[in-house]
């Protein structure tokens, strides 16, 4: 008799730490959602804080542009042709050289205001890089925080490539692809973040 009582207390001891056990790994489940919830909150945070940056940052560069001769056409052209450029960084390299010499002509006609030696601004050659980078990384940061007007942190491989390479100032983004750990075959999502960590 009291060998049966002893394998059922066993019995009841041993559900007593099964049921502790399962208590204290939906507790630290709980613990880790909260956690990933309040990064995710921050991440988001931070992703519209440097949006709002760079969108406020190419308000003010076109301001700079307008104030030393460049006429609003002249910088949306610009604006417009870097941008081409960045998206056909895949194409062959004798292909993409005219738009080399496009681009020289586009930096040449925003350089032609001269600046007096008393004024300290910079010229409109320096000033116009930064705005086709900035431009480019205001319109895929924004797209990232407001799709369909639902927040999302990640971005396609192919757009934070292209990014990362305007904003380092590299020529071809394929060269981003294994810091992100993928391909140029292939159609994947990272983390919107990424952006921030690697440029």
């Known amino acids: 008799m009291s060998s049966k009582l002893t394998d059922a ?19 630290d489940l709980e613990d880790r959602l909260r956690t990933y919830e309040r990064q995710g909150v921050q991440a988001s945070v931070e992703v519209q804080s440097a949006a709002r940056h ?8 076109r301001k700079l542009l307008a104030q030393h001769g460049a006429q609003p056409a002249e910088i949306e052209a610009f604006v417009k042709s870097q941008l081409e450029a960045s998206k056909s960084t895949t194409q062959p390299e004798h292909i993409a050289k005219p738009k080399s010499t496009s681009q020289a002509r586009s930096h040449q006609q925003l350089a032609t205001p001269t600046l007096s030696p008393t004024q300290r601004s910079p010229p409109a050659q320096t000033v116009a890089p930064n705005l086709e980078m900035n431009a480019e990384s205001a319109e895929i940061a924004i797209a990232t925080t407001n799709r369909n007007g639902v927040y999302t942190d990640h971005i ?3 757009e934070a490539a292209q990014v990362i390479a305007s904003m380092r100032g590299a020529a071809n983004a394929s060269e981003i692809f294994p810091e992100l750990g993928c391909s140029q075959s292939q159609k994947c999502m990272v983390k919107s ?3 921030f960590e690697l440029s």
């Open 9 to 27: 207390e066993r019995n009841r001891l041993k559900q007593q730490r099964s049921r502790a056990r399962r208590k204290e790994y939906l507790t």
């Open 54 to 61: 760079v969108v406020a940052e190419n308000q003010a560069l």
């Open 156 to 158: 396609s491989c192919e």
């Open 193 to 195: 973040s990424i952006v």
